[in-house]
């Protein structure tokens, strides 16, 4: 009777045994798929970091460096290691540093907000870079305990900008040179520009002629019949 006890007591433990390991089986199944989902996941956010225009430095409340994105290299011309430790603001314009701290400052103090920033950077070329970007606060947060900043390079399109404001300066320049009066419209006949010597035959200056529609200030009449011609400008903006 005794050995029929300890038979079933161990074949109960057996199949006791077969169902943990069968649980066991499971949740190794499960850690798996899961632990390829997450490197699946991984592997995209990491492409997608190295093809970003933008790069991210996390930073505390003195500046200084605690971690910092992938692609910072390919944009700044830094490696991880060399960045990492290091104080920002060496980096930072110094017409721009004290701008800079006030945004720290109230990203600091403003947990829930997103504080923009503008402020030009020296990248490994030793060239100024003109950075737009943002800092959000996460101290809070365990896994970052850091000042999250986000920029990207604008270099390219402040340097078109202040191209086209130099060449529009020129274009003002060159039309207050001319003798005969000129008057640029938009297609909607609206002025957008009007040379000195139109300001003296309208009676308009500029900055007044600007913005409105061109019969307001300025009309051809018929020598001889003394009558308003039709909107000659229009006829030619919209032929037919």
């Known amino acids: 009777m005794g050995n029929d006890d300890g038979r079933k007591a161990l074949i109960d433990e057996i199949y006791r045994l077969r169902r943990s390991i069968a649980e066991l089986e499971g949740v190794e199944k499960e850690l798996f798929q899961t632990s390829g989902g997450l490197k699946r996941r991984n592997a995209c956010f990491r492409l997608l970091a190295d093809n970003s225009m933008c790069f991210v430095l996390v930073i505390d409340k003195k500046l ?18 060399y960045l990492t430790g290091k104080d920002l603001s060496q980096f930072i314009n ?70 086209l404001e130099a060449e529009k300066e020129r274009l003002v320049a060159i039309l207050g040179s001319i003798g005969e009066g000129v008057i640029g419209v938009d297609s909607g006949g609206i002025v957008i520009l009007l040379n000195g010597t139109a300001e003296k035959l309208t009676g308009w200056r500029r900055e007044e002629a600007v913005g409105k529609s061109l019969n307001d200030i300025f009309n051809i009449i018929d020598e001889k019949t003394r009558m308003k011609y039709a909107d000659p400008v229009g006829k030619v903006l919209n032929p037919r």
């Open 64 to 81: 200084d460096i605690k971690y910092v994105l992938p692609p910072a290299e390919r944009i700044f011309g830094y490696s991880d290691e």
């Open 94 to 163: 110094p017409d721009d540093i004290s701008a800079f701290k006030v945004s720290v400052e109230r990203a600091v103090s403003e947990p829930e907000s997103t504080v923009s920033v503008c402020f030009e950077l020296k990248f490994s070329d030793g060239l100024w870079h003109s950075m737009l970007g943002t800092l959000k606060n996460m101290l809070s947060e365990p896994c970052v305990k850091g000042l999250v900043g986000s920029f990207t390079d604008i270099t390219k399109y402040k340097n078109a900008e202040a191209e």
